[in-house]
């Protein structure tokens, strides 16, 4: 079974919205059960770049993460009918690239623990939220740069929820932690971040 021809500059220059659940189960048929390559490159350009982000959130790196998330989205059209027995897509890839990023992470760095990602051009992608609504450019880059330094699993779990949408159920499942430490790491994520904002929102004396 042969791949599709996806190369990387074709696939960096794309950008596809799947707007419904029931669309990514459509066309997730369509892979199973027909091997569609269109419907297969739907799916790759809806879910490559968030896939991307959150690989880049784990590793720190992006060409590791490219090879994560291309591993994991080429097994979606190897699994064949396999595929449609997978209830929620996006929880199988989130899950899927969670564990080949550690997968990653164990062979580059011997089970060291990886320092938080320092990269300030992450962005957020809830910048309507009203607690952090971004007003300034200056604000901006503090609140970013406070998300990116918040340690690995504070910063997933907040990332996972504030960003991608998924409930807090859905992050246990993807991260392996139970409900309680995904509701503790939000916490502290948003008392870091209140706490990095606060010398600039605060006038100083």
Not at 56 to 66: F, G, H, K, P
Not at 105 to 115: I, Q
Request: glycine share 2%.
């Amino acid at each position: 079974m042969s791949a599709p021809l996806i190369c990387r500059p074709y696939r960096q220059s794309r950008n596809y919205t799947l707007r419904s659940n029931n669309e990514i189960l459509f066309l997730q048929n369509r892979v199973a059960y027909l091997q569609d390559e269109a419907a297969y490159k739907k799916l790759f350009f809806h879910f490559h770049p968030v896939l991307l982000k959150f690989a880049r959130a784990i590793l720190n790196n992006r060409a590791d993460a490219e090879e994560v998330v291309s591993e994991v989205l080429l097994k979606v059209w190897t699994m064949g009918r396999e595929l449609n027995y997978v209830e929620h897509l996006p929880l199988f890839l989130y899950k899927s690239t969670r564990n080949k990023a550690f997968d990653y992470l164990r062979k580059r760095n011997s089970g060291l623990p990886v320092t938080a990602i320092s990269g300030a051009e992450e962005q957020l992608a809830d910048p309507s939220h009203t607690e952090y609504k971004l007003i300034t450019n200056e604000l901006d880059r503090r609140f970013q740069h406070a998300v990116s330094n918040l340690p690995k699993q504070c910063q997933l779990v907040f990332r996972l929820v504030k960003e991608q949408g998924f409930t807090y159920k859905q992050v246990t499942e993807i991260l392996e932690i139970s409900l309680n430490t995904a509701e503790t790491h939000m916490r502290l994520a948003l008392k870091k971040i209140r706490v990095a904002l606060d010398d600039y929102l605060m006038p100083q004396k």
